[in-house]
């Protein structure tokens, strides 16, 4: 997710009082009915691990989705099927290919109402919300990674985080700065979703419904705005995936290594800053992620990281975001 904006912009600000109001999808429409099998069959997801990549552009970067899939596929210990969820459905090597071309009435309802608040791509980022009713049924539980992110440890550990869910129905990992404060930021390159539990859950639904009773706005970065205000006002609904598995290279707002003192090292590396991303690409596009390759590369001062002191940044507080 690119964050190159001002802070103002990507701050959830209250709404206006006319705009304090429940959708009325659900009194409407009813719950939103289960997906389609689509032709799935049921999968043990005990064994098999479901990861999947989203990319609602035009003409999305199935390159980068692939060479991200690599990394998680050569670092697993069990087998990983592989999800894109796309525009228009179209042949991709390796995926499931899943459009989100059309929604059910109720979704569509949804969708509308959440996006009132949107502005930039915060409406195109909250098409991630829907995606248990993108999905098949018959798919349990995903991770959802962002294409700028490199896997360096087994995401089966990252997989395994589900078993510590409780009654939480979305994990995610906490923003390494004070974007949404008083709130705790939670940060959506990273998102681990229990798609049975958000498709049954009235209450989760309830609060899709009622988002903007709260008075807060979507704004800039979509989804992981909403997560932030649902871990703020329903705390148990969402799990705090550890900080070492969304290790996030932005020094756009500031870091502080006190950001990462709990982390258990560096698992997931995630570029989300436009002069890092350079960064991914290049340790995806070589497969290698040893720390030889890793500060070559940072220390050939590519012209990608001569801004804003990014390699200042970088080598003091991601050191370890290698192999």
């Known amino acids: 997710m690119l964050v190159i904006f001002s802070c103002a912009w990507a701050l959830p600000m209250y709404t206006t009082k006319s705009r304090r109001v429940p959708s ?6 009813g719950m939103p009915e289960d997906p389609e099998s689509d ?11 479901h990861v999947a990549f989203f990319d609602n552009r035009a003409f999305p970067d199935t390159n980068s ?29 390796g995926f499931s290919v899943h459009s989100i071309s059309h929604f059910c009435p109720v979704l569509d309802c949804l969708y509308n109402y959440l996006v009132e608040s949107a502005h930039g791509p915060g409406p ?20 959802l990674l962002d294409s700028d992110t ?51 859950s009235r209450e989760y639904v309830r609060f899709m419904d009622n988002f903007n009773e709260y008075g807060y706005r979507i704004g800039y970065l979509g989804d992981q705005t909403f ?20 290790r996030q290279l932005n020094t756009h707002f500031g870091v502080s290594a006190d950001r ?50 990014v390699q200042r940044g970088l080598r003091q507080h991601f050191a370890s975001c290698c192999n």
Not at 152 to 162: A, C, I, P
Not at 186 to 192: M, Y
């Open 24 to 29: 009325r999808c659900l009194e409407r429409h």
């Open 39 to 49: 032709g799935w069959q049921e999968v043990d997801d005990t064994t098999a691990i």
């Open 65 to 93: 989705i692939q060479r991200a899939a690599q990394l998680v596929n050569s670092s697993s210990q069990s087998p990983v099927r592989f999800h894109a969820i796309l525009l228009r459905i179209r042949r991709l090597d």
């Open 124 to 143: 195109q980022y909250m098409y991630k919300l829907f995606i248990p009713w993108i999905l098949p049924k018959s798919i349990k539980r995903i991770v």
């Open 150 to 200: 490199v896997v360096l440890r087994s995401v089966t550990e990252l997989w395994d985080s589900f078993k510590a869910f409780g009654n939480a129905l979305v994990g995610l990992a906490n923003e390494q700065n004070d974007l949404y404060a008083p709130m705790i930021g939670k940060n959506g390159g990273v998102q681990l979703l229990y798609l049975n539990g958000m498709r049954s």
């Open 227 to 246: 997560y932030t205000v649902l871990g703020h006002l329903l705390p148990h609904l969402l799990y705090t995936v550890g900080c070492e598995w969304n």
């Open 260 to 309: 990462f003192k709990n982390c258990s090292g560096c698992a997931l590396m995630h570029a989300n800053q436009g002069p890092v991303k350079c960064i991914a690409k290049h340790i995806q596009t070589h497969q290698d992620t040893t720390c030889a390759s890793w500060h070559l590369f940072v220390d050939s001062r590519p012209s990608c990281l001569r801004v804003n002191n």
